[in-house]
């Protein structure tokens, strides 16, 4: 039991992270698509900033009479992580749009026969 | 002064340059302003390769906060050597692109063009000279966004679907990357190569850090374009740019087979990965399978371009194929590959780019009577194909003659044949092209094409003869990769050694041998 | 209890992802992702990432959702039933869930305050970066000036996404002769509100820029949320007015600005003999050194964040002007 204690976190963490990866692959809707590898990603961070918890610690900012802190590093990877992850976000909606203007759909079996096969 | 700045240099000059041409905008101080960077950035990336080849290791604390707290940035002969290419490759292809980009790019774009090229260059330098796990994975996303924008700038649509497929899964890629290193950082607490590479050892064997190696293998696997995993690449490299395919296809996984081998090599040590993940011969099946079905399906294209590209996610099946026979000649013959396919490649599409530029189409049938009507274009693309089909006297022949010799120097007699054998399909896709050219008449209306512009001949025909030059001359070539691949299988079997010797003096010894420093050592 | 509340969120987080997978209505997908988002943050609170809860909220929950509804608006609200098979990416799926599972198995366990990234890097960070840095927020010293050259990349990373969705979308001026009715004026009660509420989102913005060092925040958050200041504007009061109080052209130069500013204080740091972006060589005083390096380099971040941000929502907002709201 208190093996499973330990580790729950990190299963149900894995969990969500393969939901997001199913819709990423499976989706036919490319925004749909984007939504997916959101939640893949936002799972990862969870992942990291869990590692990073110390029980009974709280916020890595100083407060007076406060000696146990929770880990700063992992916060500091995950903030670069998010605006990676909004960045790319961006700029895959506007690919969206594009393709939305050129082929007049964004559902990938569509456009797929609408082009020559490569 | 400035010489003790040189390792952030080749990162800070594009990262500088790209805003200010953002500001200036489309005009010709824009394309100047790049070109000038460029070339600086290739200078300093020439010094520190000699610098690394007659004093050691660069190590560069940026910050002033020693590693591992602080980020360092760590040269080698390895990463200076792919980095020469890779500023060399820009430069040559910026030289290129001024008029290039004319025939393929709306106007209002170019200037954003060179703002995303400078942008990629910067993120590529970062890539390879960065010594810190997750640095690395913030460069990669740069270069990466800025790989999709350069993509998504031509003119016809399916370049948007190809870009879009490209952002998926390469943001799988480096998702995937970024788990592996999670999962080193929560076993090891560091981030630091050198510093991780020293406490993975201290674990006989763990699952979590071989799934972290794992995830990491595959999320570069994506990156580099190695078979299966290469679906993005034919279609982003034949709608892309002209100018755009030539730099991407020379650089960008060319670093992310850097990236491979820092991994193996320096991180986890390749006894680990190879003796223990039997990885070895998980790669060696997969680069022969690259090879083949790639080169095959090279030979069955229509369009120019298309046929390169599957040349190129091939060629890649050379360089892995020489890191999986896990010999000191296999690596010196996959970092030879680097930078030798990077020179036949660049060379190619620039070729490829003149014919569209003149012609409007890569299909083969544009190409028909070429040698004719641009025969300087057709000679380099004529020379550059001999290159990759490894004729002597071109760099494509020193290539494959170390990864032959590396293959019989482990008996792998198979394997070297099949090397082998790869050369003859690639004789038929660029035969093809060379029959069109030369054996064809043009079509009718064609009679009034010329050749193009010396701003695109001049750094096609660079390329070329640098091919022939390094493929006569490989002293400089040989000696960093053989330099570069000796260092890396030093670090590796002194990381076993360490493993070892953790708290002996012979510990301080191979370190001091091997280029690791003492402050790695607790 | 704080195991329990932990739970909670996960099994909701658990149930959202598990929802979006099966809907096809995409407007509502969206909706459940800012949930997702949401959540997230909470979770990261629970978990004392604060700093990280705050970032996660503005720019999950709040910049990615407006994206994603601006595209939705552009592309259409339902999904199509799909043609092919899911059994490949379900194999693909549950192997790799595998793979992860197996890399859990001897992981440090949860919490454990011997865990092997406590031990090593970290200790420095907690115990002397009061003193070396001087700042309050570890986070922050950490993230500006140990590893200030992520935030760099980080920067420019931001600074990459500008240029993506300027050269793909564009800003579309509106033509001369189109009919200037836009935003939605005519709710009275949006008009009103919004008056009093974006100049307190302004504030907000600056005290977390400035605040940072003492307390969660710093530029990215105090970006994104003065950016989400003036998309509130761009909303109620039209795009038309919004580009005449914040053109796209003086957002370039900013988002431009911002990056040269982050990189200038590294080449100072060199110029002045240290390494590139070492602070302590910026003032007599190292710790005051590290103060400006920070305070600057947060600056140059929020200032390209924020123009980075308006930019790509004016690039999706002047796709398609839609004057029919009521």
């Known amino acids: 039991m208190n093996h499973v204690l330990d580790y729950y976190n990190y299963w149900i963490v894995v969990f969500l992270m393969m939901s997001g990866f199913y819709i990423v692959i499976s989706a036919n809707n490319l925004v749909k698509k984007i939504v997916g590898l959101n939640i893949f990603q936002t799972s990862v961070f969870m992942l990291y900033i869990s590692m990073g918890k110390v029980s009974g610690g709280t916020a890595p900012i100083v407060v007076e009479g406060v000696t146990q802190y929770s880990n700063p590093l992992p916060h500091v990877l995950i903030l670069t992580a998010i605006v990676v992850g909004v960045a790319t976000t961006a700029v895959g909606l506007s690919l969206i749009v594009r393709i939305k203007r050129a082929y007049g759909t964004v559902e990938e079996n569509e456009f797929e026969n609408k082009d020559d096969a490569i | ?418 090397v082998l054998a790869g050369s003859l399909l690639a004789v038929v896709y660029i035969g093809r092209v060379l029959e069109a050219a030369y054996f064809q008449q043009p079509d009718e209306g064609q009679a009034d094409v010329k050749e193009v512009p010396l701003t695109m001949l001049i750094p096609m025909w660079l390329l070329v003869l640098a091919n022939v030059y390094f493929g006569v001359d490989t002293s400089l070539t040989s000696e960093a990769a053989k330099h570069a691949s000796d260092l890396l299988f030093q670090n590796s079997d002194a990381i076993s050694a360490l493993m070892d010797s953790l708290h002996g003096p012979t510990a301080q010894a191979v370190s001091e041998t091997s280029g690791l420093t003492g402050e790695v050592l607790q | 209890m704080a195991e329990f509340i932990d739970l909670v969120l996960l099994a909701m987080l658990a149930i959202t992802a598990l929802r979006i997978i099966f809907l096809k209505d995409l407007f509502a997908v969206v909706m459940l992702f800012g949930i997702y988002s949401f959540l997230s943050a909470l979770i990261f609170v629970s978990l004392d990432a604060v700093d990280v809860a705050f970032t996660e909220a503005s720019v999950g929950a709040g910049i990615s959702t407006v994206l994603m509804l601006g595209t939705l608006a552009l592309t259409g609200r339902t999904e199509k039933e799909n043609q092919h098979s899911s059994l490949l990416p379900l194999v693909v799926v549950v192997v790799t869930g595998a793979a992860l599972i197996y890399g859990t198995l001897d992981m440090p366990p949860f919490g454990a305050a011997d865990n092997p990234i406590h031990e090593h890097v970290a200790p420095r960070y907690i115990e002397e970066s009061p003193k070396e840095v001087g700042l309050p927020n570890m986070v922050t010293s950490v993230l500006a000036s140990y590893r200030g050259f992520d935030t760099m990349g980080e920067t420019v990373v931001v600074f990459s996404a500008a240029i993506g969705v300027l050269s793909l979308l564009g800003v579309r001026r509106r033509k001369e002769n189109e009919s200037a009715e836009s935003g939605l004026m005519e709710h009275r009660v949006l008009h009103v509100i919004a008056k009093l509420v974006i100049p307190m989102i302004i504030l907000f913005a600056l005290y977390v820029q400035f605040h940072g060092d003492f307390g969660p925040g710093g530029g990215f958050q105090a970006g994104v949320i003065a950016a989400a200041a003036f998309i509130l504007y761009s909303l109620v009061f039209g795009l038309p007015r919004a580009f005449a109080v914040v053109s796209p052209t003086v957002l370039r130069y900013l988002a431009a600005f911002g990056v040269l500013l982050y990189a200038g204080v590294g080449v100072v740091s060199m110029l002045k003999g240290g390494h590139f972006l070492d602070y302590n060589v910026l003032a007599a005083n190292p710790i005051s050194g590290q103060h400006y390096g920070i305070i600057i380099i947060e600056l140059g971040v929020g200032i390209t964040v924020f123009a980075v941000m308006l930019s790509i929502f004016y690039a999706f907002g002047s796709q398609a002007e839609r004057s029919d709201i009521k």
Not at chain 2, 14 to 38: D, E
Not at chain 2, 68 to 91: C, H, K, Q, Y
Not at chain 2, 301 to 320: E, H, P, R, W
Not at chain 2, 374 to 399: E, H, Q
């Open chain 2, 1 to 418: 002064m400035l010489e003790q700045h040189l390792a952030v240099l080749p990162i800070l000059l594009p990262l500088m340059a790209a805003p200010i041409v953002l500001i200036l905008g489309r005009n010709a101080l824009s394309w100047g302003l790049a070109i000038l960077v460029s070339g600086l950035a290739c200078f300093v990336a020439w010094q520190l390769l000699a610098a690394t080849l007659s004093d050691g290791v660069i190590r560069y604390a940026v910050g002033g906060w020693a590693p591992p707290w602080g980020i360092e940035m760590r040269i080698d002969t390895a990463n200076a050597f792919v980095l020469l290419a890779v500023t060399a490759i820009s430069t040559f292809v910026l030289l290129y692109s001024k008029e290039s980009i004319k025939k393929e790019m709306d106007e209002s774009q170019h200037g954003l063009f060179y703002t995303a090229y400078l942008l990629c260059l910067a993120g590529l330098s970062g890539i390879l000279i960065t010594g810190d796990a997750f640095n690395l994975f913030v460069f990669l996303e740069i270069s990466s966004l800025a790989t999709y924008t350069l993509v998504s700038l031509a003119r016809d649509r399916r370049c948007l679907t190809a870009t879009f497929r490209y952002l998926v899964m390469g943001t799988i890629g480096a998702t995937f990357i970024l788990i592996g290193v999670g999962m080193l950082y929560m076993k090891t607490g560091t981030l630091n190569m050198l510093d991780l590479a020293e406490r993975i050892h201290a674990y006989d064997s763990s699952r979590t850090i071989n799934t972290g190696l794992a995830f990491i293998m595959v999320g570069v696997s994506i990156k580099l374009a190695l078979f299966p995993l290469h679906a993005w690449l034919p279609a982003a490299y034949t709608h892309a740019p002209s100018a755009v395919t030539a730099f991407l296809a020379s650089t960008a996984t060319k670093v992310a087979v850097y990236v491979m081998i820092r991994f193996i090599f320096t991180v986890f040590g390749a006894e680990h990965v190879f003796e223990d993940m039997s990885m070895d011969w998980i790669l060696m099946v997969l680069a022969i399978v690259a090879i083949f079905k790639c080169s095959y399906m090279a030979t069955v294209q229509s369009n120019v371009k298309t046929v390169l590209a599957y040349s190129s996610v091939a060629q890649i099946g050379y360089m892995v194929l020489g890191i999986s026979l896990v010999s000191a000649t296999g690596l010196m013959a996959s970092l030879i590959h680097i930078f030798n396919h990077a020179l036949m490649k660049g060379a190619l599409f620039m070729a490829v780019g003149a014919v569209f530029y003149r012609m409007g189409s890569v299909d083969i049938k544009a190409f028909r009577g070429l040698g004719r009507l641009m025969p300087w274009t057709m000679a380099a693309f004529t020379l550059a194909g001999l290159s990759i089909i490894g004729v002597p006297l071109t760099v494509g022949f020193v290539s494959k003659w170390y990864l032959v010799t590396a293959a019989l120097e482990q008996n792998h007699w198979v394997v070297a044949g099949l």
